[in-house]
């Protein structure tokens, strides 16, 4: 499976970003998918789940601000991102994963940038 994520860039303070991730080579409605984020010297963190089924998650920070969404027709997955604040500069992954009897398999985009400077 290979992902491949856009729509990063420079966005302003209480601005909006939209980032999607392309899936290709495997069968994109068995993937849950997600959006992590990752800053210089951290760990990555879970921003965003849509399971197969389409159910959603947010880690509190993203929450009442970010709407994760997936369209298994066009094999993507959309992050979009509103009242940006400077904390969420960061590089955004695509993360899919899916189980593969007996171990889960994961699959990671090369990530793209956000930054939220005025």
């Known amino acids: 499976v290979q992902l491949v994520e856009s729509g990063g860039g420079l966005a302003q303070p209480g601005g909006s970003l939209r980032l999607s991730c392309a899936a290709s080579?495997?069968?994109?409605?068995?993937?849950?998918m997600d959006w992590y984020r990752q800053l210089p010297g951290e760990q990555r963190e879970l921003v965003a789940k849509?399971?197969?089924?389409?159910?959603?998650n947010y880690a509190a920070s993203a929450k009442g601000r970010f709407t994760i969404s997936r369209d298994n027709a066009k094999n993507t997955v959309t992050l979009d991102m509103s009242r940006l604040k400077p904390e969420d500069s960061a590089i955004y992954y695509c993360?899919?994963?899916?189980?593969?009897?007996?171990?889960?398999?994961?699959?990671w985009g090369q990530g793209t940038q956000v930054t939220v400077a005025s």
């Open positions: 993360h899919a994963s899916v189980l593969a009897s007996p171990s889960e398999v994961h699959y």
């Open positions: 080579g495997g069968i994109f409605s068995l993937y849950a």
């Open positions: 849509v399971t197969r089924g389409g159910d959603t």
